[in-house]
């Protein structure tokens, strides 16, 4: 578990997919920036069965335990990429960003690589926030990239590199996940 000020990154286990499978087939819970995938939850465990070192799940929780949210890793070429939602209830009160912050840490203390990336709907300025709060920077738009709700989207490209982000903002070390 990757602990923070006030939520958590707990790794997804196999048995939790009942969960996660409900809210990414909730438009409600995904929003409408992103893909509407509608997946079983055994489509969900054949995908999570596929999942590389280079890929990990995770819930974001609060400190009580309750999962707000989910955050994970995946490769893109030499870096990693991260994408990210919460449950509508809990959003606009700082837990994206701090799950975000976490990722971040984990991501350059645990590997060797020298940027973390993620994209977002151009017009998920919400999103774009939560970036730049963190540190991220925008490198330049994706034109129409990602079919959403019927039609072709823009999308925009965030990254922070090693040598931006420094030293840890929240995890001191990486425990084993």
Same mark, same amino acid.
């Given at each position: 578990?990757?602990?923070?000020?006030?939520?958590?990154?707990?790794?997804?286990?196999?048995?939790?997919?009942?969960?996660?499978?409900?809210?990414?087939?909730?438009?409600?819970?995904?929003?409408?920036?992103?893909?509407?995938?509608?997946?079983?939850?055994?489509?969900?465990?054949?995908?999570?069965?596929?999942?590389?070192?280079? =890929? #990990?799940?995770? +819930?974001?929780?609060?400190?009580?335990?309750? /999962?707000?949210? $989910? %955050?994970?890793?995946?490769?893109?070429?030499?870096?990693?990429?991260?994408?990210?939602?919460?449950?509508?209830?809990?959003?606009?009160?700082?837990?994206?960003?701090?799950?975000?912050?976490?990722?971040?840490?984990?991501?350059?203390?645990?590997?060797?690589?020298?940027?973390?990336?993620?994209?977002?709907?151009?017009?998920?300025?919400?999103?774009?926030?939560?970036? =730049? #709060?963190?540190? +991220?920077?925008?490198?330049?738009?994706?034109? /129409?990239?990602? $079919? %959403?709700?019927?039609?072709?989207?823009?999308?925009?490209?965030?990254?922070?590199?090693?040598?931006?982000?420094?030293?840890?903002?929240?995890?001191?070390?990486?425990?084993?996940?």
């Amino acid at each position: 578990m990757l602990k923070g000020k006030n939520v958590n990154l707990k790794v997804l286990e196999k048995e939790e997919l009942a969960l996660l499978t409900e809210w990414v087939n909730n438009l409600e819970y995904i929003g409408e920036y992103t893909r509407h995938l509608q997946q079983s939850k055994t489509e969900a465990e054949k995908f999570y069965d596929k999942l590389t070192p280079k =890929e #990990k799940w995770f +819930f974001i929780e609060k400190k009580d335990g309750s /999962k707000i949210g $989910f %955050i994970s890793h995946f490769s893109q070429e030499e870096c990693l990429g991260i994408g990210y939602f919460l449950i509508p209830s809990e959003r606009g009160k700082g837990y994206c960003a701090e799950a975000v912050k976490i990722m971040v840490d984990y991501l350059f203390l645990s590997k060797d690589i020298v940027r973390v990336q993620a994209e977002t709907d151009v017009r998920n300025v919400i999103s774009q926030k939560v970036l =730049e #709060k963190v540190g +991220f920077n925008k490198e330049g738009t994706i034109r /129409k990239s990602s $079919f %959403i709700g019927g039609e072709w989207r823009d999308m925009f490209l965030y990254s922070i590199l090693r040598e931006e982000w420094k030293e840890p903002k929240i995890l001191a070390k990486v425990t084993s996940c």
